[in-house]
């Protein structure tokens, strides 16, 4: 850089300083971004508290469990069926166990919502129910679609709006006032001058929003470290990408008014009219399978298993060749009954739940594809890929809640049916069956390790945002070779 | 004089071209999301219609089994959609549409299209009321903000007004001129795919839907109204086409944008929705306890003792149907107790954010427009009370009809498709229009409030101006 330049620069940045309106922007975008990061904040307090309840409610569960155990132990005249009984092992699977999959909230989840608050933090594991993957937390719907102010929220709506508030106007309000004339009958160029003050609107804006935006992070508790400077760099390109563009739609030299117009439509296509048209045309290109025709799919096989009852519980226990000498009878008891009921629907309704699964699976990568047609999208998947709001780190929740589920039947299933093998008391005068009392020893969930979560789309991001603010920089680079007067 | 000025405002709209590429893109836009906004309520509704009867079926033909192990078979029931809801889906994307009626459970209404959909769906406007609630509010002002700013820089605004064009004049021939265009580019477009969706759904009739689309037709056009209001007012107040256009810009971002979701959080952090994860465990807690084993017993033997006897095979009833109904009584006022608190906390956040309108016209504007379409909070809250009092119809029938046949010598007691016929077909209807027209009085009187306050705005500044 010229001396020139350099001194065009720092004087710049004086005026730019010197400007109640330009102060007024970056007070009132930090303003917002504090709110942001205090919602978020907010946010996972709420989660943590959910999170802990959670817990309790387990703990108590067992704990409720061992007392009725150690009042069932004790004879006394009380009769008690199965699904009273917390000490028989098909009892309390059914009918005590209180257990959950939980997706803690991330380090960075105060950046965004995402879909998190419309998805589920935590799944109770329930085997009463046909629909395991129609879990979610009853909210306010009102809340849902309003949506959270959240930092994202003022990072990608409002972020924009400041530049382009403070860029579009930087040559074209003097090209409008005359003062353009009297610039270029000075000996610099026009590309010096344009370098100066849209050097001086990055260098004071990367400083106020990245820097806002990391004060704000650390106020509401985010920790710092790699995956905070991947977002300050990918925040940093967004905020550059506007700066370019602000200096793009100047070089048309069609006025101040003009360019704020252009720009402001420029903004609402990226980050409004294009994500809808995405969602449009991802939702028409994949349309969703029909929830009531998984419903009437689960009643078929509902109809199905009660006309075919007994060669149903046959087939099931005859998987178990260790007791194919007592199979008859065990195919009567409600274990087996059970049993073999819920793998029944289980592979009755396995088409249909591959089928939303699949469905699921191709929208995130037509989503993730589209992304690339709008920094505003990309801007949008990175954050929340940071936050682990997004929706992928959610499908793979519910797919290890349901393994979850699935591996808490298996670890239940040979101890229910060694009891309806081979039913017995050990204490026949006492009202429990007293064959199960490992509550402490029933597998919990762990929660899919997410270190690292979000990187790749973190990089992705900020390559495409600084591929994007270097052409369009090079762009405008080009056309402002020449003075328009 | 003003009905000349109007017409040849009209005519200089009608000829410039930005006008016809935004009424385009406008009728482009909201065409192809009602597309696919009416395919998936029109098979939704079709497809809900037909398993309704289905499930009807179903019940009906019930082999003869215990009448609590059919209360057990239970079935779905769907809740209706409004025909508007292909326009504006309003809450309903958030709310499940279909529930499990069954003994013993009271369900959520499960499958929210919203958790169905794309990520990028939520940072969209992908309804045509998105569209009239977010863009049209940018586009009309884009349209106004150079009413009379642009005449002030090119000197043209002193001409008009040497003329003898009184300022008011001017103001209701601009005003009124724009307003028709925005009735022409919005309200046409929007009465002609609201009235396609009315006879492409089924049950409009039922809905009442045509009054319903004409006053909601009406009340986006008078939404649309503040915002041409503010930047005629920015028009008349700033010196620059530049500064209108800023001014303009700066309101439409915050009263649109910033408003509705600082009003969410302000409310959330006033009064935090409950959790819900807890209210169902203290259901849970309560159900169990009451179901204990001991306690169990206990009133089994209270039942004996009420009929004189000292076993279960001498009681004139089925004890277990007794105890069943018994059990269902006491976990309808557990829910009712736990779920109406709950209920009460998230209305009290919904006058919160109606309050909240005050400061933004278009968290009113949604209220009202999702009351008016049949896709708001009360809807879904009626129908959940018509499915919960099914349930405990069907609970109850069942139950008692298995006390008063106890089992005989010639084996257990089994029902059949006269006991199934004592439950009627599940009906769910939506509330009249004036119920709906009473519930969108109070947001109604805040977005006339804005328009008056801004009309007042407009006038005063039209009075005052400079050229």
Redesign the interface.
Known sequence: MSSVGRRLLMLEIRALLGQPLVIAVYALLFA?ML?GAA?GA?RIA?ER??LS??MA?EA?AIS?AKA?SA??AKPSP????YH??PTDAFGYMN??L?THAVKPPLPLAALAA??GD??PA?I?IDF?TI?PD?A??????????????DLL?VL???VP?GLI?LGA?RLT?EQ?SGVLRMIAAQPVSLRTVAFAKAGALAAISLLAIVGGMLFALLLAGAPGGLPVLGVALLVAMWALFWVALSVLVASYWRG??AS??TL??IW?AL???V??????A???ALP?P???????AS?KA??GF?RDEATVHAGWIARFPQYADRAPEMAKSPEVKRFARDAYYRKALLPERDA?AA?SAA??R??EL??FLSP??ML??AV?AAAGT??DRHIAFVAAADAYGERLRRWFEPLALANAAQPRRSCAAC?GRLNFNRFDDVPRFVPVADAGHGARRIVLGILYLAAAAALLAAWAARRLRAWPV | MIVRMLRMELALLARERRVRWIAGALAVMMTASFALGLGEVRRNALDAERLTNVERQRWLSQDPKNPHSAAHYGLWAFKPISPLAAIDPGLDPYLGRMIRIEAHRRNDAVFRAAQDAPAVARGGVGSVVGILQIVVPLVVILLGFAAFAGDRERGTLRLALGNGAAPIHLLAARFGALLALTAAIVGVPALLLGSVANLAVPAAAEWQMWPRLIVWTAAQLGYAAVFLLIATAASLIARTARGALAASLLAWMLLALAAPRLAASAVEAIAPTPAYGDMQARIEAEIKRYNRADLHQDRERAILARYGVTNKEALPIDLRGAMMHDREQHDYAVYDRELGRFDAELARQERLVLLAGLQSPTIAIQTLSEQLAGSDLRRHADFLRTVEAYRRRLSDTMNLDLVAHPAGKSGPYLASRDVWAKLPPFVDSPAPLHAALQAVALPAAILIAWLVALGGVALYAARRVRP
Do not use: C, W
Request: charged letters at 20%; zero cysteines; aromatic letters at 10%.
């Open positions: 917002a709110a919602n907010a709420r508290a959910m309840n959670v409610e108590r409720t009725a009042r069932y009380l009769a008690i069926e009273r009984d009918y005590f209180v995402g879909q419309l998805q935590r109770r009463n629909f129609a979610y937390d009853r909210g306010n719907p009102r809340m849902l679609k309003l949506g959270e102010f929220f990608l709506y409002l709006l508030a106007i309000g409008d101040a008014v704020v117009a402001v439509l609402g980050t409004v009219l994500p809808t048209m995405t969602a449009l991802i939702a028409t969703t029909s929830r009531i025709a998984y419903i009437d009643r509902m109809d009660y939303f469905h929208t995130g037509a989503t589209a992304r505003a999208m949008d998947g929340q997004d929706a009202p």
